[in-house]
């Protein structure tokens, strides 16, 4: 568990309850995670309604990246028997290569001889839904808008006999460049706006409520911090609050390591003792040690040699030495 009640994240204001994971992920959610998804409800609701109801939409979706128009999408998904996600166009031949993506994610990877057979039978594929419409996205971010433009020029005429809801997605920059003609093709823009103050409340409490067993209630004056520091984008809303719980993760665990070390360093009790210890101090083998004053002449010295059993005597040299025994020993050698 990501710390207990009371975690104050880096950069946060208030406190977070036990969390079991990092909620807040930049990947765009699935179909799955729907409930996750905050805000844009009437857009959400204006394609489930065109699904549901059979009614055949070009629509053209405009959001920057980190709007969450993938997020979006991707959970209108669970409204449609069939769906078909384009990525990819290929810069060589665009128009063919947007066909071909999408009839193979939508009829089978077979794919016929040629073009006006291909859109025939895409056709008549799409017809074979009695209940609600499939749904179609081209959403290519990582594409050149010159190949974009000129593979919907080419593409969106064979799109308007197909019975689906078609939704192409672009940039606000890229809008911009698109020429009438093309507009004039799609039936309705729907533009993405960042999120309101109290989206990002929601977006925030839905996370965590989402890895925590406590409850979490969001003040309205910190969701407007964050909000005016991530400008309502839901990408940097998720990213500031990933980095701010990561951060205070890595925070904790480099202070618990810390402790640890410290605590090792300390020496136990009585090890102290034993540290302090000189070893130039002379060692007790019986108890008894004599401390001898270094300043005084060894011949003016008069230690308490009682105490190491030997008996005293006033002079060091005080014994008799028979010099002609020693002779008479040395010739008997």
Known sequence: MIDGLGMRADGLAFELPGLTSNPFSAIPLEGDKSDLYVGRLDIRRRIAQYIKFRSTRRILMVGDLGSGRTSLLRCAV?????????????????????????????????????????????????????????LIVIDTPN??????????????????????????????????????????????V???????????????????YSVSQDNFKLNLNDAKKIHEQTHGIPLEVVKFMRDAIDNSRISSYHQSEDSQAHAKAEPANGESAKLETSPNEPVLHDGKSEIIDASIPWNQRNPEIEDLGIEPSTNLFDFDLDLNGLSESQQSD
């Not at 409204?79 to 990819?88: F, G, K, Q, T």
């Not at 993405?192 to 977006?203: K, T």
């Open 78 to 134: 669970l409204e449609a028997p069939v769906s078909v996600h384009i990525d990819h166009i290929s810069a060589s031949n665009p128009h063919e290569s947007l066909l071909q993506r999408m009839y193979s994610e939508l009829v089978d990877y077979d794919l016929p001889t040629n073009t006006v057979e291909l859109v025939n039978r895409m056709v008549d594929f799409s017809q074979t839904f009695t209940g609600s419409l499939p």
């Open 143 to 188: 594409v050149e808008d010159s190949v974009l433009f000129v593979a919907l020029r080419d593409v969106l005429p064979s799109l308007e006999r197909l019975q689906a809801v078609i939704v192409v997605v672009v940039e606000s920059k890229q809008r911009v460049n698109i020429k009438d003609s093309v507009l004039h093709s799609f039936d309705s």
């Open 190 to 208: 729907e533009t993405i706006s960042p999120l309101s103050i109290d989206e990002v409340q929601a977006l925030i409490e839905k996370r965590i």
